[in-house]
């Protein structure tokens, strides 16, 4: 055989390979829009101004039958791909589907409650799809990290039933996550907080009661979900108050919590290192039927 001959029958086999590795890495993403039209609130009509979901779905066989909508970090101005399809993948591999929100940011002009809503949507809408997606509707927590996490432990405080008179359908499902898992987050506007993520938020000079009502803190109920808290002693970005207060205010509603706090590991540091919490977490998604 000539060497052309040979060439030509390895690129086509390399471009076989890469197609089908493509393909099988896609068949396992799907993007969904949050709204059919625009978005509520919406200030143009580009990505940035279009919420979705992306899913990672475990293969039918491994899945649990849980979901988790994950809200990934950047201080309310980007968002962390790798608190985002990194977390995803890494739930997907043990059997949870892992539903990444592409939330809106203050950097494009947005500021509370879009955020709140878009999260709250993204709950709404993994119930509506729930069969769809091999998803038990009773099943689906919620997941976030740094502003992410502030903005799980808003939606782990700031919940609603739905509304079944609505003639939107996905309206009528609760928002009301089945569990929260926080990780390093922002959870208080007060002392301890990410002046980043709260400017990103809320504006320069928010309303007193604004910071109030999202210092999330303050706003654990009875009803708040069971929550995983996890941060790190050396975080010098985000207080580890921000989760030692939280877990607190969990305690004294009488909330099941685990709380988490390791010695070593910066902020941002999500799974890197094979760092312990994610085996705690495990453990803690067990306990409660998520594996």
């Not at 939606?155 to 929260?180: M, Q, Y």
């Not at 108050?241 to 919590?257: M, T, W, Y």
């Not at 705690?280 to 306990?287: A, H, S």
């Amino acid at each position: 055989m000539s060497y052309q001959k040979c060439m030509f029958r390895l690129l086509l086999f390399c471009a076989v390979v890469c197609f089908t590795q493509t393909g099988s890495v896609l068949s396992q993403e799907k993007v969904v829009r949050l709204w059919d039209g625009d978005a509520p609130g919406a200030l143009g009509k580009q990505e940035e101004d279009t919420p979705t979901l992306t899913l990672y779905l475990p293969e039918r066989a491994q899945a649990s039958g849980a979901g988790m909508v994950i809200c990934p970090g950047g201080g309310y101005g980007h968002l962390a791909q790798h608190e985002g399809k990194g977390y995803a993948e890494w739930l997907a591999s043990n059997g949870v589907a892992g539903l990444v929100l592409k939330y809106r940011l203050g950097t494009h002009g947005y500021r509370h409650p879009v955020m709140w809503q878009d999260v709250s949507r993204a709950m709404r809408v993994a119930r509506h799809h729930a069969k769809e997606w091999g998803i038990d509707p009773e099943h689906i927590g919620v997941m976030g990290s740094s502003a992410g996490g502030h903005l799980a432990s808003t939606i782990v405080t700031h919940f609603d039933a739905g509304d079944p008179a609505s003639s939107d359908p996905v309206e009528r499902h609760s928002s009301r996550p089945a569990l929260g898992i926080l990780c390093y987050p922002v959870v208080s506007l007060g002392a301890f907080t990410h002046q980043g993520s709260k400017k990103n938020l809320l504006g320069e000079k928010p309303d007193p009661s604004l910071v109030w009502s999202l210092s999330n803190e303050l706003q654990v109920s009875p009803n708040t979900p069971p929550c995983f808290v996890w941060h790190t002693w050396e975080d010098k970005a985000v207080p580890v108050e921000n989760s030692l207060q939280f877990a607190d205010g969990l305690r004294k509603a009488g909330v099941p919590f685990d709380l988490h706090v390791y010695q070593n590991g910066r902020h941002g540091i999500g799974l890197a290192n094979g760092h312990a919490w994610t085996k705690d977490c495990l453990f803690w998604l067990k306990e409660n039927g998520f594996l």
